[in-house]
């Protein structure tokens, strides 16, 4: 185990020499200092204060709709080029010439990843609610709620890539996650559309898509986490979807797919450890 914490750390280590944790930071910084003068002259609009929290939460909404797309195409980029990287530049033949395992490799490098991914969705995403609450006094009904999922989005995306990137290359490997995680998220607005319509047999197809990748699953957790309470009650319905559109989330993640979501991450992982051990260098 200390083993896989070293490589952990040395992973971290890393992607702050790299300065990949200076650009995303930069980056996402922008993002929120742009998104705060937007929030903050919201209150020019000389409308009643309930009008401003509810167009508040209107417009958080769909911030953090677009931070899963950035959190997951983050998670890709840097999650494929973990072990790529290190096989095409040779650097993991002088690791693994050292007294260590190749799925201690496998093991650290996923939870450095999984780490640096999980703590900067939650840190832009609370940066994000703390600007809302501050330019606008709406304050979202489980926020917490809202990081966990954006975190667990992130780690989702990340570990699929990671595992396509013990086997091919860098740029495919990222690639094609972020085009599941975009197949994954039509799929659910398939569905909700499915289930607007009463399309039975849709819906239950593109549930049995949303298992293969559960992502979708967690962007609308974080949306229903940092919408009203009122919002969220109308949508369950069809009519309610109707008014809303497929784009909001109406619940939480079920324990059904919570547990699903472990279980699918322990078993890409141990698909990335056996693919690597398998893997010649």
Known sequence: ??????????????????????????????????SAWGFFHMRTFHVAHAQLLQNAAS????????????IAMSAAFLAASTVATDVESG?????????????EYIGGKWLGICVAVAVGAAISGGLEIAVVAWATDY???????????????????????????????????AIVAVIAFGLEWISG??????????????????????????SDSYWRA???????AVFTAALNSRE???????FAGAVPPTTAMLVWTALWIVAVLGVAMRAFARRDL
């Open 1 to 34: 185990m200390m083993r896989v914490l070293t490589v952990a750390r040395a992973t971290l280590a890393e992607l702050v020499r790299r300065g990949v944790v200076l650009a995303l930071a930069l980056g996402v910084g922008g993002t929120i200092l742009l």
């Open 59 to 70: 417009l958080l909404t769909f911030v953090i709709f677009r931070f899963t797309f950035i």
């Open 91 to 103: 650097l993991v033949l002088g690791v693994l010439s050292r007294p260590i395992r190749r799925i």
């Open 139 to 173: 304050v979202p009904p489980h926020p917490f709620i809202a990081l966990a999922a954006l975190a667990t989005l992130g780690i989702l995306v990340a570990s699929l890539a990671f595992a396509l990137g013990t086997r091919f290359g860098a740029l495919a490997s």
């Open 189 to 214: 607005i398939a569905g909700r559309l499915a289930f607007q319509f009463s399309n039975d047999a849709l819906v239950n197809a593109t549930t049995a898509i949303s298992l293969a990748l559960p």
């Open 222 to 228: 974080a949306q229903w986490a940092v919408q009203p």
């Open 240 to 246: 309610g979807i109707a008014r809303a559109g497929p």
